[in-house]
């Protein structure tokens, strides 16, 4: 190939490299076979603990869902997975009917008008579509509740530097008053579980001409109103939660939908329905006027990835699912929430946060530090909620799925008592 | 791929009601009150179908593409190389895909050992020792690198470097992420021959450059020659060097990015690494930084204590840029196949990315014409300028490639070569592949002055013809609707 190219040596390819850079000294370790990297690797898998063992508790943003046989199947085909961004309509109908079928499912799901192709994760759609308020009130002021995930707000935060916008903790009705409020973030549940009032939210949006965003856990909406019958402009939502496993943090997928008005301020990629020039059906990425490739510094974001084979699997969860499936699995994740919350509440030293309007999450006051309880509870194999503490003084946040069963959960309650007496 | 009808019929037009595919089990606990009536939802529409119509609707469906599974895929700047099986097995494994982000850090110790480890390699690799894994994409690992660069200058009280020079070769991400950061952005040109115009940079040169944005090698496949004079240029009036790591299958083993005065990069572990695309993602856009920068990095960084594994926000972090820890899915896949192939492996790779690039350069040029006569590194870009000629584009070729089950290259970029066909072949093609692609080229060219209507009509081999992209344009249909038939 060397004499095809017409040199004598490979190096004489690398001639506008600096010769004194060339062939750096670098440390890496040896080259593993096959077989040994599988053993690398299952020797580092085991010094994590994981549910096979352990039962969960944990929730906060990422969730223990059963995953779909189905989902696995389609997700791990070749075609799907190696493929890239359907630049090439013709050579991609699948990835791009998929994704049309992702941004359906999704707008059913949420009771929006649109939906883009997909996100990163769930804390960069929702600093997305904080910005995307801004460019459309024209204004700078980001309101959110005290509720929020502080994980959602330190993402927004590094979103927004450098671009005049600030954040506004709200706080109290004089707080909606603020002339310069873009929109107001609202998690549905919030952080701490809560079913918040959405609808008045968006109402006092409305009254204010700001756009109310709208954070959801989406496996909720099997069970509760959508946000677009409540009055969302925007909703976001972290995809995880509907098939895809929970990977020490990534990858997830974005949820991001709106009101069909703000169709031209949507960051991201889109898939619109088309027809080839026999008039049949067929799917393509649209609007792209809007993104890097063509707006460059003047696009509505630099996003380029749609997360699409997460994508995919929702879409194949929600398939699966179907109606029936979604409301049982919401229902089912309130219904052992709310009896873990009954009898935690009915233990000496503990109390559960008055707020009976929860989904699948609930604060308990626990009477000592919730890290020694949560360590006195990993000896019994659960992890336990998330420590709050100093945000709620000795407060944890509990998380139950369909997945806890009831043994588990009674004997996470068993656990918590001896933890406080040991 | 062979051409026969298929039904698209969407899932809500196959749904049928009452057929379920799942069961949910029972509850086992005692029956709680439900939320008021208020906050329930009344119905929610979405397809009811059997298990077997599902697996055979999205089966079906994966036909209709290519991957590179199944076809050459020589997409310019894409790196779309072979993705090891093995990697996606391992990343698998019960131990790594059930393990919750926020989990005591001592139930996880094999999950950040992994992500330490990678650091450490990423760091080797590029030269530059400080690594942060948070970003999730190379468009993110990019607007970390430029929010990097921001709080570098303000912490020397240097608020007024508020200009990126980008040059006009450079993918779109780089001025809009360069945007967001908050900065102006200056373009600084490419001369005849791909190569930054240094007697434009110079001029440009002033004290209010916060940050060079450089590809390396650069879009064109090309090798910048005056890179040493071109970061020392900046350097002196006191500005930053960011290198976009997309093309840094060019580069693996052969020069670091931190031996070239490099400052700050970011590397896509998707293209790279291997790690598969997707359909469009996930992918990772790791930060890789100098020693001095790595304070400001993005949280969280993995390090290591006596032992004990842990993530931590470096002391000045400009923040948090993700939900969690980053794309840990895709760090395993890269962790993995450096494992595999160590130092020699990955110089090998760049070796062979640059040599199969050549030869595609080599065997072609007689046909098509090149953005330039250099010898290129790991992409090749040429022109369908002569072929315009006959009144067939760079869009008609790479349309008649996908009837000859070969993916097109990347086209119309870089924006300043007329008619590009950015043309990436990586190291895992084999020469007969090439040998094949560059046979269907030569003929393509033939047919080019042969028939060109044959060209302009195509593909006519793939499930659909050219696509009405003006009607999808006007008429947005974004989501399904009832009775749409």
Known sequence: MLKTIGVRSFNDLLSDIPEQRLYPDISLANPLSESELFNNLVTLSKENIGPEDYSYFLGAGAYRHYIPSTVKTIASRGEFLTAYTPYQPEAAQGTLQVGFEFQSMICQLTGM??????????????????????????????????????????VLQSYIKNKNL?????????????????????????????????????????????????????????LLKPPGELGADIVTAEGQPLGIPMSFGGPYVGLFSCSKKYMRQMPGRIIGQTTDTNGNVAYTLTLQTREQHIRRERATSNICTSTQLMALMVSVYLATLG??????????????????????????????????????????????????????????????????????ENGMLVCCTELNTKENIDSFVTSLEKATIG | MYKKTIDRTLLMDRSINGRISFEVPISDVPNQKLPEEKHLRSQLPLPELSQLEIIRYFSTLSQLNF?????????????????????????????????HPLQPPKTAQGAIKILKFLQEYLGEISGLPGVSLAPLAGAQG??????????????????????????????????????????NVVTVKSDSSGNIDVKDLKNLATDKIAVLMLTIPSTLGLFEPNILEITDTIHETGGLIYADGANLNALLGLVKFGDLGVDICHSNLHKTFSTPHGGGG?????????????????????????????????????????????????????????????????????????????????????????????????????SAKKQKGNGVSGLDIAKRLLDYGIHAPTMYFPLIVEEALMIEPTETESKETLDEFIKVMKQIDKEVSEDPELLKSSPHFLPVTRLDEAKAARQPYLRWQPNNH
């Open chain 1, 166 to 222: 600030k954040i506004l903790t709200i706080r109290s009705k004089e707080d909606y008053k603020q002339k310069d409020l873009a929109c107001i973030g609202v998690q549905y549940p919030d952080f701490f579980g809560s079913i918040s009032d959405v609808k008045s939210i968006s109402d006092i949006c409305k009254s204010i001409d700001a756009l109310s965003v709208v954070h959801v856990n989406p496996i909720s909406l099997g």
């Open chain 1, 113 to 154: 008008d649109l939906t883009n192709a997909g996100m990163y994760d769930g804390p960069t759609a929702f600093a997305e579509a904080c910005l995307m308020a801004s460019r459309i009130t024209k204004k700078n002021t980001i309101g959110l509740l005290p509720s929020t995930d502080p994980r959602i707000v330190a």
């Open chain 2, 142 to 183: 990019e607007y970390s690198g430029l929010l990097i660069a921001k709080k570098y200058h303000e912490r020397n009280g240097d608020f007024s470097r508020n200009i990126a020079i980008i040059p006009d070769s450079a993918h779109g991400t780089n001025p809009a992420s360069a945007a967001m950061a908050g900065f």
């Open chain 2, 67 to 99: 991957s590179i599974d199944t076809n050459f895929y020589p997409l310019g700047s894409c790196t779309m190389k072979y993705n090891p099986k093995i990697n996606d097995e391992l990343a698998s494994l019960n131990g790594f895909q059930n393990l």
């Open chain 1, 323 to 392: 109606p029936e499936g979604m409301k049982r699995t919401a229902t089912l994740c309130y219904q052992k929430a709310h009896y873990a919350a009954d009898r935690i509440n009915n233990l000496k030293g503990f109390e559960v946060e008055k707020q009976l309007n929860f989904f699948n999450e609930f604060i308990i006051k626990c009477p000592t530090d919730p890290d020694h309880i949560n360590d006195a509870l990993l000896t019994n194999k659960i992890i336990g909620g998330l420590n709050l503490h100093p945000m709620v």
């Open chain 2, 282 to 382: 996930p992918g990772a856009g790791p930060v890789m930084v100098t020693k001095q920068l790595a304070k400001y990095l993005p949280s969280p960084v993995a390090s290591e204590n006596k032992g004990t594994f842990e993530l931590f926000t470096p002391e000045d972090s400009l923040g948090k840029i993700s939900g969690f820890h980053g794309s840990f899915g895709v760090a395993i896949r890269a962790y993995a196949y450096i494992r595999s192939l160590g130092l020699q492996g990955l110089r090998s790779v760049s070796e062979n990315a640059i040599i199969n690039a050549n030869y595609i350069q080599s065997e072609l040029k007689e046909h098509y014409d090149l953005f330039s006569e250099r010898h290129c590194m790991h992409e090749t870009v040429l």
